[in-house]
């Protein structure tokens, strides 16, 4: 089976363009969750996407969006990148009440 | 608010020793626990998960355990072998809904010497 997919694995943006992420959950799975990871602030919750809808965010400005896809997968948009964007994302996906399983993140670094 | 904290931060051992680390949460209302382990610019892999219901788990050389009332869970490695060498997070699910995000603990950096 198939685990979580992230994809780029590394992303390099200029501070002010939008970067787009994109992530497939393991197969069954209809929960994803966003979550950044920036250095000497820990992981922090973005996003949570269950069945096509936004159930819930996490303490980050509008210019962090994303979507879930009838398929399931999830697309995680920042738009007008600063610098402290830079970290590492990562996403997961669940079903149920199980546990949440990561996939091995995207690497953005703003210029 | 539902605070996660782990002790120690850092933590050397040689080869062979046996260790525990610590993870405490504020909020006994959890859901369950997670152990992960990550890898320097990796992902995270889950090592182990404890309902609320449950007092503790087992795989392999690891063992966590989880004491709600008090707010601790522990993770315990035997023998410890230098592939062992990571981060290692605990992660705690609240009850509700609205609140369906895993809170994070601040890590534990793991260094086994050969």
């Known amino acids: 089976e198939a685990g979580v997919t992230q994809s780029p694995t590394h992303l390099i943006k200029t501070r002010g363009q939008q970067a787009t992420l994109r992530c497939s959950p393991i197969?069954?799975?209809?929960?994803v969750y966003w979550y950044q990871q920036a250095l000497g602030l820990g992981l922090q919750f973005l996003l949570w996407?269950?069945?096509?809808?936004?159930?819930n965010r996490g303490n980050f400005p509008p210019r962090f969006s994303g979507r879930q896809f009838p398929n399931y997968s999830s697309e995680l948009n920042v738009n007008a990148l600063e610098l402290e964007d830079s970290a590492l994302y990562l996403c997961?996906?669940?079903?149920?009440?199980?546990?949440?399983?990561f996939g091995p993140g995207t690497r953005l670094t703003v210029t | 608010k539902q605070e996660v904290t782990q002790i120690p931060a850092a933590l050397s051992v040689p080869e062979g020793e046996n260790l525990v680390l610590n993870c405490s949460f504020t909020d006994s209302a959890i859901y369950n626990l997670q152990w992960f382990r990550q890898d320097p610019g990796k992902g995270l892999t889950s090592l182990l998960l404890?309902?609320?219901?449950?007092r503790e788990q087992t795989s392999g050389r690891l063992n966590a355990s989880l004491d709600k009332s008090s707010g601790r869970s522990t993770l315990y490695i035997a023998a410890s072998q230098p592939g062992d060498s990571a981060t290692y997070l605990c992660?705690?699910?609240?009850?509700?809904?609205?609140?369906?995000?895993?809170?994070f603990g601040t890590g534990t950096l793991l260094a086994v010497q050969p």
């Open positions: 997961a996906s669940r079903q149920g009440a199980r546990e949440q399983y």
């Open positions: 197969s069954g799975h209809t929960s």
């Open positions: 996407y269950d069945e096509g809808e936004e159930r």
């Open positions: 992660a705690v699910l609240n009850y509700g809904g609205a609140t369906n995000k895993l809170i």
């Open positions: 404890i309902q609320s219901s449950q």
